[in-house]
């Protein structure tokens, strides 16, 4: 099992542009959710979904799409990219019977 | 609303030494589960324990233990005779189920340097 993957590792986007991370799980996990993590802030939950079709915001959404159309996939889009939206992007998922999230390498992107 | 705090921004110690890192959290839900997470140099999250609600058992594992106490709603990590690898961040995660959300909140972090 390849666990839970993230691309790209690195993005670096002018103000204004758009673009999606990808987020990927192989282990039939019906929770994915998007996490930022900021300096000195710990993680805060973008968007999350409890299985395919179902999504819901999370504490710091806005600027940000997610759509679930497989167990698989959960990707997150950047409509329109801002400097505050410079962190790095964790990807996590879990099941009903493991209780734990389990995490992505991330994406850091920098917003000029 | 759910709440992680990790008083203790950054804890330096001399390898061999023994470290607690404190975490206390808020919530109303009856059910719930709290988390320690490792985060390396190398940027990736490492799960390390999980607790529920209604087990108050503590748990050593090696050099680690955890001591849960919901009377004080605080969920410690100790680390004994601390080596260089255990150089890292630790956060302190809560997931309240009642809803059935599985969302986790962080704390904000203890970055942990263990001196050679």
């Given at each position: 099992n390849a666990g839970v993957t993230q691309t790209p590792k690195f993005q670096v986007l002018k103000t204004g542009q758009s673009m999606t991370l990808q987020c990927a799980q192989d282990m039939n996990h019906e929770y994915m959710s998007w996490y930022r993590q900021d300096p000195g802030m710990g993680l805060r939950l973008i968007h999350y979904s409890v299985g395919a079709g179902i999504t819901d915001q999370g504490e710091v959404p806005n600027g940000y799409n997610v759509s679930r159309s497989t167990t698989e996939d959960f990707p997150l889009r950047l409509l329109s990219a801002a400097p505050s939206q410079t962190s790095v992007y964790f990807c996590a998922s879990s099941s009903g019977l493991v209780i734990e999230q389990f995490f992505g390498p991330g994406t850091r992107l920098t917003v000029l | 609303a759910q709440k992680v705090t990790q008083a203790q921004t950054e804890i330096s110690v001399v390898e061999k030494e023994d470290v607690t890192l404190d975490c206390v959290y808020?919530?109303?839900?009856?059910?719930?589960?709290?988390?320690?997470?490792?985060?390396?140099?190398?940027?990736?999250?490492?799960?390390?324990?999980?607790?529920?609600?209604?087990?108050?058992?503590?748990?050593?594992?090696?050099?680690?233990?955890?001591?849960?106490?919901?009377?004080?709603?605080?969920?410690?990590?100790?680390?004994?005779?601390?080596?260089?690898?255990?150089?890292?961040?630790?956060f302190c995660a809560l997931s309240a189920t009642d809803t059935g959300r599985r969302a986790l909140t962080f704390g904000s972090g203890t970055r942990l340097q263990v001196q050679p």
């Open positions: - | 808020e919530t109303r839900d009856t059910t719930y589960y709290l988390f320690w997470y490792k985060q390396p140099p190398s940027g990736e999250l490492v799960f390390l324990i999980r607790r529920n609600s209604f087990d108050e058992q503590n748990e050593i594992s090696g050099r680690y233990s955890w001591n849960f106490q919901k009377s004080t709603s605080s969920f410690n990590f100790t680390i004994t005779a601390s080596q260089v690898v255990d150089s890292a961040v630790y």
